[in-house]
């Protein structure tokens, strides 16, 4: 069978192209509850042959000039915040109780004994035996205070050498107050001497044109300089600190050397030591004891008596000084008669002519402070009397060094 062709037969092919379904997602965070934004999109395009044109001449393009997009800033990336780094919780450890009125301390060369003034007398506490010795006994009593008053015998403490230990009385009437020095040894005394038995006495300061009434209370003692220095509670229109001059081991007589009040007009001389380099007599100035906030830090040429430096502090009742023989930094209490919850440690930060008072730790009626060598800080409060008349709340304690 033969077929014939007479017709090509032009068969024209159209081509359908299927539009391609494209789906896509992207996912944002829009905000804290993680809700989810999506762009779905779906296209279908035909495709279609393309035309052939007659070649052109291609004129040449002019190109609009460009408009210049403004620049966008990158994005600053914030400096992570530096912390600081948070200081260690100060532990208190009470190491003596039933003390009444502790208001002195010094610490013994070479021993490293710490000797406590209370009410009674002055007790030896060994750190490493953890014994306590009465010392010197037999004081008698005086009465301090507005408000809350306290029965109260010796008071500042310091030694003058490695065996002389300088004592402040606080146990007589104004104008027949004295200075004890006593000998003390490496070890416990096997009996505790009368008060009576001093090596050497100062004073007393007795009524005169310098003081009205004669001074008394003799809070805060120190030696540096070639001199021991008292702070006077006597005459407060003077606010006395004296001084007593020291030659080839003895103490001369004891006189008022500084006139604080007229200096500051604020009263009360009370806490005393010597800045770390001995140049300056650091004064801690208690003011009134029913006024909040009045406590001063003064500083003094002990040569002259000059004051150099008098600043606020916003404390109430500063009663102890001292510093840090490692940080170099320098601390005081708080005795706050008004206040009492607001006593405590403070350490004293002075940039130029102002002082932050930052608190370390809350005490009950704090009193004295004093360093050792290793940076350990011993400390004595008054306390707040308990239920049992018998037993006194005073108390000596240590922070641990890294004040």
């Known amino acids: 069978m033969q077929w014939n062709l007479q017709q090509i037969l032009k068969l024209s092919a159209y081509c359908l192209t299927a539009a391609c379904l494209t789906l896509g997602s992207s996912h944002l965070i829009a905000d804290e509850k993680g809700d989810k934004k999506g762009d779905e999109k779906k296209a279908a395009e035909k495709k279609e042959e393309p035309k052939k044109e007659a070649p052109k001449k291609e004129e040449p393009k002019k190109e609009a000039p460009k408009k210049e997009e403004p620049k966008k800033e990158a994005p600053k990336k914030e400096e992570p915040k530096k912390e600081e780094p948070k200081k260690p919780a100060v532990t208190v450890k009470t190491l003596v109780t039933n003390l009444e009125s502790p208001s002195g301390i010094a610490i013994q060369d070479g021993t490293g004994h710490v000797f406590v003034a209370s009410r009674y007398g002055i007790y ?11 010392e010197i006994d037999a004081y008698p009593t005086d009465v301090y205070g507005k408000g809350p008053k306290y029965n109260i015998g010796p008071l500042g403490l310091t030694f003058m050498s490695k065996d002389m230990l ?33 090596a050497q006495t100062l004073g007393p300061i007795k009524a005169s044109d310098k003081s009205a009434k004669g001074e008394g209370n003799f809070y805060g003692v120190a030696f540096g300089a070639d001199a021991i220095y008292v702070t006077c509670n006597g005459d407060d229109t003077k ?69 150099t430096k008098s600043l606020k502090t916003g404390l109430s009742d500063i009663a102890g000084l001292a510093y840090s023989p490692k940080t170099k930094k320098l601390y005081a209490t708080d005795f706050s008669w008004v206040d009492a919850a607001k006593g405590g440690l403070f350490e004293l930060k002075i940039d130029g002519d102002k002082v932050t008072a930052e608190k370390i730790v809350s005490l009950d009626k704090p009193a004295a402070i004093a360093f050792d060598k290793e940076g350990n800080l011993y400390l004595t409060t008054f306390g707040t009397q308990g239920k049992d008349p018998e037993k006194s709340p005073g108390s000596l304690s240590v922070i641990k060094a890294g004040l």
Do not use: C, H
Not at 124 to 134: E, H, I, N, P, S
Not at 172 to 179: Q, S
Not at 275 to 303: H, I, R, W
């Open 166 to 198: 300088v004592v402040g009385d606080g146990s007589r009437p104004d104008g027949e107050e004295l200075v004890r020095i006593y000998k003390v040894g490496d070890k416990p005394l096997e009996k505790w001497v009368k008060e009576d038995t001093a």
């Open 239 to 307: 606010g006395w600190v004296a001084k007593s001059v020291v030659k080839d081991g003895k103490a001369g007589p004891l006189e008022p050397s500084i006139e604080t009040k007229t200096a500051t007009n604020v009263d009360a001389p009370a806490a005393i030591t010597f800045t770390l380099d001995g140049k300056e007599l650091v004064v801690g100035q208690m003011g009134e004891v029913n006024v909040a906030g009045d406590s001063l830090l003064t500083f003094y040429d002990p040569k002259t008596g000059k004051l």
């Open 124 to 134: 030896r506490y060994d750190a490493k035996g953890k014994t306590v010795d009465l």
